[in-house]
């Protein structure tokens, strides 16, 4: 999945936490194991940064200071202490962003360690999080990917579909109808229809091919 991203010049070579913070959205390009945990990570670790500059002279310094030893390590591949760091951020400073961010950020983790059932409750935990606000599209994929990784295609769907119902995603509305285009595969009118959906979008260009290929294919099966 493709995210289109605002930059914000926040003076990183006089920050190297916000550098760290950059640097971790090319590998989680490269390493990802979910092509839609890579997008959606990229997004939230670029809003990271600009949480974490927001918040320098706020009351959670000791939740930042914890946050960016988390992303040094992850930026590193210290996958097991980033979660230590990230796992503290979110079970102690539970109504700070950060705190939302972490648990995304160790979702992200599970999904990458092929740890489903974890990846599971800490995407659901960002979800719920204190103002999750962007992070939480990229959530509800999460979750979809690792319960499309668990076999569980039913939930994959029914997470995609959370993501239709919140009007806060807007943004994220094309790539989950792709999604589940693909993931309704099995009943070729459901995945019409969200082909057809996507074609008539003038704002999801980038998925209109995609989508034409899918539907003839259907059309071609039945």
Known sequence: MDIQQKKKVMEPQADP????????KDFFTKNGTALVICAAAALVIIGGGLIYSNMKESSTKKAQEIFGIGMLD??????????????????????????????????????????????????????????????KAQAYEGLSAAYEEKGDVASAIKSLERVLRDRSAQHRHAAARWRLALLNKDNASVSSAFCKELISDTLAVMYHQKAENLLASLNVAN
């Not at 990230?86 to 983790?109: C, E, K, Q, W, Y």
């Not at 974890?118 to 204190?130: D, I, R, S």
Request: no cysteine; charged share 15%.
């Open 17 to 24: 936490l916000v550098e760290s913070i950059i640097k971790a």
């Open 74 to 135: 992850y930026n590193d591949e210290q996958f097991n202490k980033a979660l230590a760091s990230f796992s503290d951020v979110a079970n102690n400073f539970r109504h700070t962003p950060l705190a939302t961010m972490s648990a995304f950020m160790m979702g992200s983790i599970y999904l990458q360690q092929n740890n489903y059932d974890q990846a599971v409750t800490w995407f659901e935990t960002a979800v719920g999080g204190a103002q999750s606000g962007f992070v």
